[in-house]
């Protein structure tokens, strides 16, 4: 499989924060300060997704296309199995699992609060669940352990 670190993007959008929801609670992915860090249990420090690219290529890709409007179209077979991948501040690695013929976006799976820092009605599509892949879970305690 391919991987890349644009698991996450929204382009033009409201002024509030962007957050996934797991069975942990909502993990913030983009502080605008609407309603702000103290608001969520977990903050991700990284993510990255897996996917087919369909050029074949496998390994690390640049998947961002010419333009933020083509979003993944352009590079992801949608027909395969795509993975996303969160990584919250908590030491826990979330996944997201989407593809088989499912569209999937930058923005699936994240949703955004209002401009006024309220829930707003962007609400994620699909949520997070912790990972089962162990070796993954591991790897991020060892490091957030080491930073």
Known sequence: MAVSE??????????GDWYANTPDGQV??????LPGKSAFPIRAIGGCIFYTAKDGGIGRQELFADSFA???SV?????KPVSKY???????????????GMPVSTNTGFGEYADDGSQG??????NFQVSEDQAAQEKLKELIQSY
């Open 6 to 15: 644009w698991f996450f993007d929204h382009g033009a959008a409201g002024r």
């Open 28 to 33: 913030q992915v983009q502080n605008n300060n």
């Open 70 to 72: 083509a979003n993944y």
């Open 75 to 79: 590079k992801l077979d949608h027909t």
């Open 86 to 100: 969160l990584l919250g501040d908590n030491g826990v690695v979330y996944e997201l699992k989407t593809g088989n």
């Open 121 to 126: 009605s962007y609400t994620p599509d699909l």
